[in-house]
């Protein structure tokens, strides 16, 4: 079974940078059509970030696109999020996803995705 397993959350003031990362095993990444990243916050509905496609395509939500990055490393099965200048309104539990199809920044449908992982940003 594909698994998905995020890290790299954390807590960070305002302005920082963190870098998440998602570990796909169980199968070969490049058979994964859309790879991506979004946020849920506590009673917010889900927000997705950015995708990148198998063959290097990136889109990104407009609430990001100039602060954060993704990347890939097919050798390590590993996709990224760099994040910089994060604000209090980042703070969300982050969770990457795998899917069909890479759209504006969303992947649908959502195939698998990861437990999330924790990022709080304080102001």
């Known amino acids: 079974q594909v698994q998905l397993v995020e890290s790299g959350g954390g807590s960070v003031q305002a302005g920082g940078s963190l870098t998440l990362a998602c570990s796909i095993s169980?199968?070969?990444?490049?058979?994964?059509?859309?790879l991506g990243w979004f946020r849920q916050a506590p009673e917010k509905e889900r927000e997705p970030l950015a995708t990148?496609?198998?063959?290097?395509?990136?889109a990104y939500a407009d609430s990001v696109k100039d602060r954060f990055t993704i990347s890939r490393d097919n050798a390590k099965a590993t996709i990224y999020l760099q994040m910089n200048v994060l604000k209090p309104e980042d703070t969300a539990m982050y969770y990457c996803?795998?899917?069909?199809?890479?759209?504006?920044?969303?992947?649908?449908?959502?195939?698998?995705r990861g437990q999330g992982t924790q990022v709080t940003v304080s102001s």
């Open positions: 990148i496609t198998n063959r290097d395509a990136t």
């Open positions: 169980n199968i070969y990444i490049l058979n994964i059509p859309c």
């Open positions: 996803a795998a899917g069909t199809t890479c759209t504006d920044g969303n992947l649908f449908p959502v195939l698998r």
